[in-house]
């Protein structure tokens, strides 16, 4: 028990940090699709991607789901605008599509003052212009256990397939990779929303202007979610109809290529209309071609600045240090009292310990010599 105390400063002894940590963070595409499966698994059997009763969305993991060993990644999910023009009571979860686009609007954008609708997606940086809507969306939201804290400002970048197969276990023939290049820039073009700041997500082949016309999407970091637009797979150069027989059909599909699968071939439109979202979460996980990112984690440290004095902490109340009213480690009378600091001990206004800090090995102090030990709490 400490017996004596030396007060700290908090203008002189005290101070605050904030540091961030970044961890690169690349995902393959066999990791999304195919990876616990192959071309004899169909689409949305593999043992890594988890479906639901409900079927509002895919979760994606790096091993079988029912493992112990197994990580959440993230989960992929779509829906649409109720006032867009896909929505029809006519289509396959209808409701459910809407219900989920709306559900992400009230999170990141919140609500239209004048209207009291939830605000629409926008591939710019400016949601209340209107110029680049986006009303039929795909929603990626990332896993806290990556993103943790936000993902870092410009490094995010989405590469997917949208041409038709070039044959089984080949890449696409045609893929677009998307990154928040205006943030990588110069760091300015980043817009605020209700959930946080976003970066627009542009086709690296495109430029940056104040048309955005090579825009197709938007990443809000610190919620950690990625949102694009279902026209992204429009820009192929063999046309709309990119996924190739049975891609997105309703029924089940095989990984082997353009000539498997049960079921109508389906363009964008018609498989955000006509497919389940679990079927079309399937075709698109299976043209995710890689992703990747930077994340942040962000390290709050109150550092304390603990002095010892040349008149001071130099006896011991450890019992053993004294034998018969003598100092056992002193041979002469006349030698200076010597201890060896090994501990400090952070007290309350009250006397009450709140902390302890080991030193990696013992300090010799004596009073000839003065100490300042560096202690950091971490938050």
Not at 160 to 180: N, S, V, Y
Not at 287 to 294: A, C, P, Q, T, V
Not at 300 to 317: E, G, H, L, Q
Request: charged share 15%.
């Amino acid at each position: 028990m400490a017996v004596s105390y030396e007060p700290l400063n908090p203008n002189t002894d005290v101070t605050t940090t904030r540091t961030l940590l970044h961890e690169v963070i690349p995902l393959t595409g066999t990791i999304v699709s195919g990876t616990y499966g192959g071309d004899a698994v169909a689409l949305g059997s593999e043992g890594n991607i988890k479906d639901y009763s409900h079927g509002m969305f895919q979760s994606v993991y790096d091993y079988p789901y029912l493992s112990s060993s197994a990580n959440h990644i993230f989960d992929v999910t779509l829906g649409f605008d109720e006032s867009s023009a896909l929505s029809s009571s006519a289509n396959t979860q209808n409701a459910k599509k809407i219900a989920i686009y709306n559900q992400f609007s009230q999170v990141l954008l919140g609500y239209n003052q004048t209207s009291s609708n939830v605000e629409i997606f926008e591939s710019d940086l400016d949601i209340t212009d209107d110029n680049r809507q986006m009303k039929e969306c795909l929603f990626i939201p990332f896993s806290r256990l990556l993103s943790k804290d936000q993902i870092k400002k410009g490094t995010f970048t989405i590469e997917l397939g949208t041409g038709a197969f070039a044959g089984a276990g080949l890449p696409f023939l045609e893929r677009i990779k998307l990154q928040d290049l205006s943030a990588s820039v110069d760091g300015s073009g980043i817009g605020t929303a209700v959930g946080g700041e976003y970066g627009v997500l542009y086709d690296t082949t495109g430029s940056i202007s104040s048309s955005n016309s090579a825009s197709h999407g938007v990443v809000f970091y610190q919620a950690g979610i990625v949102v694009l637009s279902a026209s992204v797979f429009n820009q192929a150069a063999t046309g709309p109809d990119v996924f190739g027989l049975a891609t997105f059909a309703s029924g089940t599909c095989t990984q082997t290529g353009s000539t498997a699968g049960t079921g109508p071939a389906r363009n964008p439109d018609e498989a955000w209309k006509l497919s389940a979202i679990s079927g079309t979460c399937n075709a698109i996980r299976h043209r995710l071609y890689n992703i990747s990112y930077n994340n942040s984690t962000e390290i709050n440290s109150t550092i304390y600045f603990c002095r010892m004095p040349v008149n001071k902490f130099n006896y011991s109340s450890n019992p053993t240090y004294t034998s018969g009213s003598k100092i056992v480690i002193k041979n002469e009378q006349s030698d200076l009292p010597v201890t060896y600091v090994t501990t400090i001990g952070l007290y309350s206004s009250n006397n009450e310990l709140l902390a302890t800090a080991k030193l990696s090995e013992p300090l010799k102090k004596d009073p000839t010599n003065e100490i300042t030990l560096r202690v950091r709490l971490d938050y």
